[in-house]
């Protein structure tokens, strides 16, 4: 039996170049005949000048020596059992009294985990790596794990050791993973990685798997207890889970909440539980704060309500540490962004909106990261989580960097990523932003900028086999929700299952849609007879894929102006026009998104630095637009026709699509039921049309449901006086026909009152 040491194998712990603390530091037993007859206790403390070990089990303190360095310390203790042993060490004129953290050698991480993490299948990767609370032999910590497979050393850093990388070194696993356990951290302990490459290159690194972070400009990742939370939505969970989500109305609201509204920066921050932060301040708007969480479940969820809206999308909300990127360059995709409070706050949103019947989507970017210093880029002092080719690696264009979908593990972070947010923040959807940036190898790359796939084409068969799997995953953990593709190129089947050979995403924006239909309402009413394809053509290609109508941010942004502000002609044909578009957005086949401001005709662009402009709402024009919103989307919402046969071609038929001498169309929208349809007719023109004669399928009585020239909304107040009867005349090819008075650019949604029918047909018999 030996208890000595060699110099070098100490020198090894001071210079911080073991990658196995364990073998040298804690308690290691001095056996006799096969059993355990004396321990030897060795630590290193580099701020200490004494250390004195402490056993509560025979309430005996034991003094410690140095060995071959000032701060190297040892002792040997004569018990058969050693357990729970404590240092207390001397600092200057300070004393503390801490648990030895290589005391406690058991492994979170089991090897099991480990295979499944190599293979990129641990969907739950994030409950192994990270920092979590936990209890080992009675003695509550925090277990910290790591993948950085090509450092030579990695130490935990934060407040609890001065950020000295020397004093919690941790061990490397299965040669990929790093780990230890501290004891006596807690929730709030900030904590960054001291990551060192085989030159000697120290990087302090954010937690990749860290649930919390610090407010910017700080990057330090926090300690949380995400399991806390008291969950109320397990009636909306459960109907989710058992819902269609593509025979269902979807109305989103997209919002940036760190620019929706702003409170005054000497107010502090209020969070859950009456608890309050410091408040943090608009990075530019220096007299205004950000909105809480805790806010926002007030202010927002009952705007949104108010609105009509089915869902809230937010841009996106993991961690980043730049406001101007608009959440789209992230460092910490498993934390909700901290300036607007902690991971519970979150929760207490969504839980919120549950509560309120609106469903919760959040932006998910996976397909770049930014290159700053504290984030993933060059992690453990090599290209872990992106390509070392600049021609794979990077977007040059954007200044950030392209994960490596080839890679397992990076496969498996951004998998795992996924089902996280449903699963601690219980989302109700993803939209995947610039999915076309990743599945094509020469977006935005010029010749020679980039490396063709295996088979010498463009196409990124690594990202699209990413995202089959990210959507299969997701959908046979949780079904009812939502996966929307950003996808703006002719890439087949995106919207398609994975079974069936798509990316197996349930919606994708309709980009084609959004361009017609912008340039078509941009342009000058009389030129519009020439542009007749813009607002037909979408229909030619509507069914293959599931689409989502979008007017979203980015619309509203880089001199584009706001919606209203593309609109022709003077004011009253600017809201018009703007009424009129949304109209034959909410009729067209497809789920629905709009971005915050459109809805009360903001003129201005979105400017992520500042409010809305909500003074605007004291004048009536605005007034009456918000109230047109309600109201659409309280049509959408009440009538099926609108949106449960949205991807079935017997949904939709055009009645007429060919007077482009007028800029007229008309078509019907169907429902399930085969008796229940509507009337949709456009007049995209400031030329009202008095005797304009459509075809509609059934005789009777036709409701004007809506009419966006409605005098509530501004409009010049023409219409059919409620609604007609039908002609015995042949038109259109459908065996009636309605005389119907169209109002300048508007459209009218008629459905047959078979209740009135019944009843005139019942007075005729008597």
Known sequence: ??????????NQIVYNLHHDPFEIL????????????????????????????????????????????????????????LNNYQLRVKEGEQEKVIYDPYAFRSPYVTDFDVHLFS?????????????????????????????????????????????????????????ILWELFIPELG??????????????HIYEKSDPYGFYQEVRPKTASIVADLDSYQWNDGEWMEKRRNADPLAQPISVYEVHIGSWLHASS?????????????????????????????????????????????????????????????????????????????????????DKCHENGIGVIVDWVPGHFPKDGHGLAFFDGTHLYEHADPRQGEHKEWGTLVFNYGRNEVRNFLVANVLFWFDKYHIDGIRVDAVASMIYLDYCRKEGEWVANQYGGRENLEAADFLR??????????????????????????????????????????????????????????????????????????YNENFMLALSHDEVVHGKSNIIGKMPGDEWQKYANVRSLFTYMFTHPGKKTMF???????????????????????????????????????LYKQEAALYNRDFEQEGFSWIDCNDNRHSVVSFIRRSKDPEDFLIVVCNFTPQPHSHYRIGVPEAGYYTELFNSDAKQYGGSNMGNLGGKWTDEWSFHNLPYSLDLCLPPLAVLVFKLDRKKLAEVTKTSEV
């Open 187 to 200: 929730p709030g302990t900030a904590y960054k990685y001291e990551v060192k490459n085989w030159e000697g």
């Open 596 to 634: 915050m401001s459109m809805e009360f005709g903001q003129w201005s662009e979105w400017n992520v630095w500042g409010d809305l402009e909500w003074h605007l709402l004291q004048y009536e024009p605005h007034q009456q637009l918000k109230q047109f919103f309600v109201d659409v989307n309280a």
């Open 1 to 10: 039996m030996t208890t000595t040491i060699s110099p070098d194998q100490v």
């Open 469 to 542: 799997q990210v959507n299969s995953v997701l959908f046979s953990y949780f079904p009812g929700v939502l996966s929307i593709a950003e996808e703006s190129t002719d890439w087949p089947m995106v919207s398609w299952p994975t079974y069936t050979g798509g990316l197996g995403f349930n919606l994708k924006w309709n980009m084609g849609w959004m361009h017609d239909i912008l340039d078509y309402f941009s342009m000058d009413p009389w030129f519009r007879q020439y542009h007749q394809n813009n607002v037909t053509f979408s229909m030619w290609y509507n």
């Open 266 to 350: 000497s107010e502090k921050t209020p969070l859950l539980n009456g608890e309050c932060d410091p408040v943090q301040v608009s990075e530019w708007n220096t007299g205004a704060r950000f909105l809480s969480y805790y806010e926002l479940a007030d202010k927002l969820i009952a705007y949104v309500k108010e609105l009509g809206y089915t869902h809230i999308e937010l841009l996106p909300i993991a961690e980043h540490p730049f406001d101007g990127s608009w959440g789209y360059q992230v460092t910490g995709y498993y934390a909700p962004t901290s300036r607007y409070g902690r991971p519970e706050d979150f929760m207490y949103f969504v």
């Open 119 to 175: 293979e990129g299948n641990h969907h739950r990767i994030y409950e192994k790596l990270g920092a979590h609370l936990a209890e080992v032999e009675g003695v509550k910590g925090v277990y910290f794990a790591l993948w950085a497979p090509n450092a030579r050393n990695v130490s935990i850093i934060g407040d609890f050791n001065q950020w000295d990388g020397r004093e919690h070194q941790m061990r490397k696993l299965s040669n």
């Open 26 to 81: 804690g308690c290691h037993p001095l056996e006799e005949n096969g059993k355990p007859t004396q321990w030897v206790v060795r630590a290193y403390l580099p701020k200490a000048q004494a250390a004195w070990v402490l056993c509560p089990t025979e309430r005996q303190e034991y003094s410690m020596e140095s060995v071959h360095h000032p701060n190297f310390f040892e002792c040997i203790i004569e018990t058969p059992e």
